[in-house]
């Protein structure tokens, strides 16, 4: 029989040197901006991470205050003190980290924190891989979780938790050698544990998305399916994933080669397309679902949208 190696991966570090520390936890967070500052205790940290790609356990020992940026991309993570504590999502939906309490992160958006002198656990799961261990819970197609961060979970929910945390971490932490199979069902008990726990909608059936689609850009285009009936502009877009309307349209040129703007209008004929299907001649007309859409000059919708689906939409309508 063939050997299976162990799919863990463990970094750890640690010292007493504020300005590495800060580099240290920039380049793990891919963030910019961290701001240390000494607190009354003397200074020294500890970061370690033991996981895969679909979950990760971490551990942080910071004994210092520090402010920074901090965009999630695509994890969801849970998080909890022992021992000091601070502010998530500082200047918008505001929540406290003290010891007792865990807090999912911000999805799919910047936050900021405020944090200090803390003993701090995660769990880090990869978003594609949550949602999909929700669709099979569920029943249904795999969507967009959706978490409200200020929610404080209930007692016994969170002891139910706690207890898988705990279970998991003897397995995952643990010495002895483990499978992929073994790891991967640990992963997967966490993620329902996780589901259990943190109150949550699905948002919408999953979209199609580029290849090359992640972070922000990501949740860029799900906000679009999701809103593309209102009558949102990139410059919403860029808000709601906090980019500057340059800042979106470069990660979209570097990640899926396409404008957002471009990206929006194809989504609006799809709904136009998807309409037109489901309609007949005798109750419906090219113009009235157009401008529902919001293409007013139907010249021009009628141009864009033979180029789109090689077929004008009189042809979609009456076919």
Not at 50 to 59: E, K, P, Y
Not at 115 to 131: G, H, I, K, N, W
């Amino acid at each position: 029989m063939t050997a299976t190696m162990d799919p863990r991966t463990v970094f750890e570090t640690s010292g007493a040197d504020l300005d590495a520390a800060r580099s240290m936890f920039e380049q793990t967070y891919e963030a910019s901006g961290f701001l240390p500052e000494r607190t009354e205790r003397a200074f020294g940290y500890r970061f370690r991470t033991v996981g895969d790609q679909a979950m990760s356990l971490r551990s942080t020992r910071f004994d210092a205050r520090m402010v920074g940026d901090v965009d999630s991309g695509d994890q969801i993570s849970v998080a909890w003190v022992t021992d000091g504590g601070g502010v998530l999502d500082v200047g918008r939906d505001e929540v406290a980290l003290t010891p007792g309490r865990p807090v999912v992160f911000p999805v799919g958006r910047p936050y900021r924190f405020d944090l200090a002198d803390v003993r701090q656990s995660v769990v880090q799961f990869d978003r594609t891989f949550l949602e999909r261990v929700a669709a099979e819970a569920y029943g249904t197609e795999p969507g967009t979780l959706v978490f409200d961060h200020t929610v404080v979970p209930g007692a016994e929910a969170v002891r139910a938790w706690n207890h898988q945390v705990q279970e998991a971490s003897r397995v995952v932490l643990g010495n002895t050698p483990m499978s992929v199979l073994a790891f991967a069902d640990t992963a997967r008990r966490t993620a329902l544990a996780l589901l259990s726990t943190f109150p949550h909608h699905v948002a919408a059936r999953q979209v199609p998305l580029p290849a090359g689609a992640t972070g922000r850009v990501r949740s860029a285009i799900e906000y679009m399916h999701a809103a593309a009936h209102t009558p949102i502009t990139t410059t919403d877009v860029a808000e709601h994933v906090g980019l500057s309307i340059r800042g979106l349209q470069q990660a979209f040129q570097r990640q899926v080669g396409i404008a957002p703007n471009a990206m929006l209008r194809g989504i609006r004929l799809d709904r136009v397309r998807d309409e037109l299907r489901e309609g007949t001649p005798a109750d419906t007309t090219v113009a009235s679902v157009a401008v529902q859409w919001g293409f007013a000059h139907l010249g021009r919708f009628s141009a864009a949208y033979a180029r789109r689906f090689d077929e004008y939409p009189r042809d979609t309508l009456h076919s």
